[in-house]
């Protein structure tokens, strides 16, 4: 199972350093990462850390790992004090990666915390989430197309991911990532 990316450089105005949590993952997890999940993540942490804004496709197959290294890329972002947002095209997907993200912070005992914002969110829950998006509070983000809606204003939006990116129009796609100041691009495809 292999990976392949592509990548292109703007001024990174939310600079990261590297991070103890991600290892704690890596260390966690039931098998090792892959030469090609590796060498990704290698690429995409030298991005974050560097002078310039990441913005960076992923392609696999499905069960390549992308999730894993996306989730890295995400805590990474966190721990740094920024806030990391993904968007997954259907509700069960978005679901899904709420799940297995909820998982990974309480396995590593990590006190970041996440959402799931769809549009079958009960407008109640929904209110108290936006709030918590605005404040900071939350600040992981994962979910449908609701992520970028007018009414979610980030409180320092600096990952943005698309799980599945031929799923999206482009416009959706820009929609999410003008949410974030000149933030970090990662968008995944199989």
């Known amino acids: 199972k292999h990976m392949k990316q592509r990548c292109s ?10 991070v103890s ?8 997890l039931p098998y090792n990462l892959t030469n090609a999940q590796n060498k990704v993540w290698t690429d995409i942490k030298d991005d974050l850390q560097s002078n310039h804004v990441m913005n960076r496709l992923i392609q696999g197959d499905v069960g390549s790992g992308k ?3 996306a989730f890295l890329s995400m805590i990474m972002t ?26 990974l912070l309480k396995k590593n005992k990590l006190d970041y915390k996440v ?24 600040q ?11 009414t979610v204003v980030y409180h320092k939006l600096a990952l943005a991911i698309t799980d599945e990116q031929h799923r999206f129009g482009v416009k959706q796609r820009e929609e ?7 933030g970090h691009v990662l968008v995944m495809s199989a």
Do not use: W
């Open 21 to 28: 949590e991600t290892t704690r993952i890596l260390q966690s």
């Open 78 to 103: 966190v721990a740094n004090g920024f806030q990391a947002a993904l968007m997954a095209p259907t509700e069960v997907l978005a679901k899904q990666h709420y799940n297995q993200m909820h998982e």
């Open 9 to 18: 450089y703007l001024n990174n105005t939310h600079r990261m350093l590297e």
């Open 176 to 182: 999410l990532f003008k949410k974030g100041e000149h």
């Open 140 to 150: 992981l983000i994962i979910g449908t197309h609701a992520v970028f809606q007018e």
């Open 115 to 138: 959402c799931l914002l769809t549009g079958s969110t009960p407008s109640k829950e929904r209110r108290i989430i936006l709030e918590e998006i605005s404040t900071g509070k939350i």
């Open 67 to 69: 999730t894993i290294i």
